[in-house]
Structures are given as C-alpha cells and as structure tokens.
C-alpha cells in the first residue's frame, strides 16, 4: 500500500515547481493578521487534496500568525467521526471536510454548519480577490442548500477516468484506451496474464466503496439509482442487472485476486506496482502513479475518458467541500483557513500536481500550470472532456451512506459467486423502508 508519508512526499516534490499563481493576498490589502495568536483544528478525509494542503501550511501560518492542528484520516474512519461530533455538538475540530455526495442532506437536516453568506459578504472577513463567482456551477449548488444556507465551500469536483497501462496494451497489440464498455471487457479478457500476475482490470470490490464505481457503469446504460423524483428505487431493473452482471465478469473474472476486499487505496497500490492493466476511479489518484518513487508505471500510464455504455457517455462526479461547525468558536479564524484552502492559488496547485480537479473555472485557463505540470496534454485533455460528460454518481438523500453499504453487500456478493439479479432484488427490498422512512 502507497503509504501517506509518501503521497506527501510526491506532492511536496510535485510543489517544488517556481509558484504559477499569484500568491494568497499578495496583492490586498486585505488583514490575513486579524485572527493572529489563534489556533484552529482542521479535520480531513485522506486524499491528495489534503496532503497539498498539509506542504503548505506553513506558509499560512505565516501570512496569518494562526496555528493550525491538521488531521487527516481515511475516509471510512472520517465520515463516522464527524457525523458522530457533530450531532453531539461538540466537534473537535473549526474546518471539516465533508463529502458532499454523501453528507449534504445528513447536515442540512442536522444544520450542523454555519451558513457563509454573512462572512462571504463581509469585506472585513473576506479577501476582495477570493471571487465567489469563479466556482462552477455544480460546485456551488452541491454546497448550497434548498432553504440557499451556504454551508460549505466546494474543494474538488472529482471525476472518474479511467487509467491504462501504455506498455501492458502494447504487448498484446492494443494501440489505445477502450472507447465502449463493451470493448473494455475485451480487452481486460485479452491484457489478463494470470501467469505472470497480471489482472485486466482492477477497480473497488469491498461493500459501500464499490458502489460508486457500480454507478458509473450504470449511468453507460442513462440509468441512475433513484427516481428523478427521489421517491422510487431504480436498483433492481434490468439495466440495473445487466449492469451488476457487467460489474461481476469484469472484476471476478479479469481482477486480481482479493478485489472483493478492495478499495481505492488497494486498487491505486495494484495498478502502480504494474500488476493490472486497467483501472477506473477518481481522477484525483492520479499522482503517485507517475511519481518513479512510489509507482513501476510511472512511465507508461495513460489516461483516458471512461467508454462510452450503450445507451449514453458519462461519467460519474462527486463533490467534496470544507465547512465550518455551526458549534466552532473560531469561525473567523476558520473562515481564512476556508479561503487559503479555496483559493485560486490553491486550486491552481491541485490541478498542476493532478492531485484533483478543482471547481474554480479560472484555474483551467492557465496556460502556465499546463505547462509547468508533470502530467501530460493526455491527462489535461481527459479532465477537459470527463467535465463535460460529469453526471451525479449517488442519490442525494439522507441515508446515502446505508444505500451504498446495502447495495455494496449485494455487489460484492456478486464477486463470491452470487447471482446478480437476486442481490440487487435483496437489497432494493432491503433499503425500501429506510427510503420511505425518510421520505415521511
């Protein structure tokens, strides 16, 4: 497993690169040094977000004279932690991180964090150049609640992609990435070497994470997993099937051994060490696998669109933000920590190190983080184009993260031989009443 130190010893080297953005406040007069003497608790999800932020933190505290305590923990350990403070409504920590895709009802319904219109319109408080209307669409409406409480900040619009294994595709002839889904399954058929170790495919297994992959494969087929109107169900028809049946001979019989216990972390260790040819997930992975310190295929991985499914081309987004608890006795303080954490300049270094990408429009027409970035034009032209096909990967309800371990339990049962029908009937039967429940 590619460990943390090391991520953020590739990001930290990624960062060594002369700045390409103005820096935060260098040009404002705005006071970075009103909040000085304070200290805020910062709690993230692991991600490579994070770890950018953590190699630079010292130049907030310098700008700012705040002391910042920073953790950082997998997300599977996070989302409890968080939800678990928050209803208690004693947090420990002044910034969080929170999963829009999964948490945005769990704390409108709590209203657990505080709204930012006031301090967003606060000239005192915000810096004139952080340019609220810079941030994408999608980004601002996934932080904005019905009632139009602000109560997060968009950190990163991730998208999936899928990468590939250039020298692995070339051994068996294959000039370039699959362009339908149809083809992917050829072609994992044709790139898996059990002999010499190497899967076809490599993607999440393990209940809850492998539903996100699960929906991308879904949305190829123009279906989601709920009702336009939130109210029905859409897990057990049959392009729900045919989709779990996909997702069975794809990872069981073209993954490696023990994908029905895999995550992300385990897949990206997979994919990096040379032992898979493809792999579909969050673009915000993207960076240690061209690190030569930490990856064997930093040389040879490619990037490209997710294929086209049979009835439409799309992928699947996810929205992730930072907020403030509504119970955070250092708002102010927490809120220039929001602004640093957002800022252009910010963004700007999570798109050039491919460490994400960002939900700030401006930072995409930098010509100089292009070509200042390790990543090649491919990666650039993939993130372009993945945009354009983003759709919501997950229901927006409440009880997301019970849907996805539900649902997860019947995928991965898939992978243990189960038949794909009687599981998606099982737990479609089995999440039935949590819906309804929240829908009263």
């Given at each position: 497993m590619i460990r943390r130190r090391h991520l953020l010893q590739a990001s930290a080297g990624l960062l060594a690169a002369p700045a390409l953005v103005e820096k935060v406040g260098a040009q404002t007069a705005?006071?970075?040094k009103q909040f000085k003497g304070s200290k805020i608790e910062v709690n993230f999800a692991k991600s490579p977000r994070p770890d950018i932020l953590a190699a630079h933190q010292k130049e907030f505290e310098e700008m700012t004279g705040i002391k910042v305590g920073f953790e950082q923990v997998p997300e599977q350990q996070q989302r409890p932690k968080v939800a678990l403070e928050l209803s208690a409504g004693r947090p420990s920590f002044d910034v969080v991180n929170i999963a829009l895709h999964v948490q945005k009802k769990l704390i409108e319904k709590g209203k657990w964090m505080a709204d930012l219109r006031p301090m967003l319109k606060?000239?005192?408080l915000t810096t004139p150049d952080y340019d609220y209307a810079d941030f994408s669409g999608p980004g601002v409406r996934a932080a904005t609640g019905a009632d139009g409480t602000v109560h997060s900040i968009a950190l990163n619009q991730d998208l999936f992609i899928l990468f590939y294994n250039k020298a692995l595709f070339a051994e068996k002839g294959l000039s370039g990435p699959p362009k339908t889904y149809a083809e992917m399954m050829e072609y994992a058929a044709k790139l898996t070497d059990k002999a010499k170790g190497v899967a076809g495919f490599v993607g999440r297994g393990v209940k809850n994470a492998n539903v996100v992959l699960y929906d991308t494969f879904l949305l190829g087929w123009d279906?989601?997993?709920?009702?336009?109107?939130?109210?029905?169900?859409?897990t057990d028809t049959p392009a729900a099937i045919?989709?779990?049946?996909?997702?069975?001979?794809?990872l069981r019989d073209y993954g490696p051994a023990g994908v029905v216990g895999f995550n992300w972390?385990?897949?990206q260790t997979t994919f990096s060490q040379g032992r898979a040819a493809m792999w579909l997930d969050g673009v915000g992975f993207s960076a240690p696998l061209i690190d030569k310190k930490v990856s064997k295929v930093a040389d040879t991985t490619g990037f490209a669109v997710v294929p086209r499914g049979p009835k439409a081309h799309n992928t699947s987004t996810f929205v992730d933000a930072i907020a403030i608890p509504a119970?955070?006795?250092?708002?102010?303080?927490?809120?220039?920590?929001?602004?640093?954490?957002?800022?252009?300049?910010?963004m700007g270094e999570y798109l050039r190190t491919g460490s994400g990408t960002p939900p700030r429009a401006s930072v995409y027409g930098v010509k100089a983080i292009q070509d200042a970035a390790v990543f090649p034009k491919e990666w650039f032209d993939t993130v372009n184009a993945?945009?354009?096909l983003a759709r919501s990967g997950l229901p927006e309800i409440v009880s997301v993260t019970e849907f996805r371990d539900t649902l997860g339990v019947g995928l991965t049962n898939t992978l243990t031989g189960a038949d794909p029908a009687g599981e998606l009937k099982k737990a479609t039967e089995a999440f039935k009443p949590i819906l309804a429940k929240e829908l009263v």
């Open positions: 705005f006071d970075w606060d000239p005192k279906q989601e997993t709920l009702s336009k109107d939130g109210k029905t169900l859409l045919e989709v779990a049946q996909y997702y069975q001979k794809l972390n385990e897949s119970a955070s006795k250092n708002k102010g303080a927490a809120w220039l920590y929001v602004q640093w954490a957002t800022s252009k300049a910010m993945s945009l354009k």
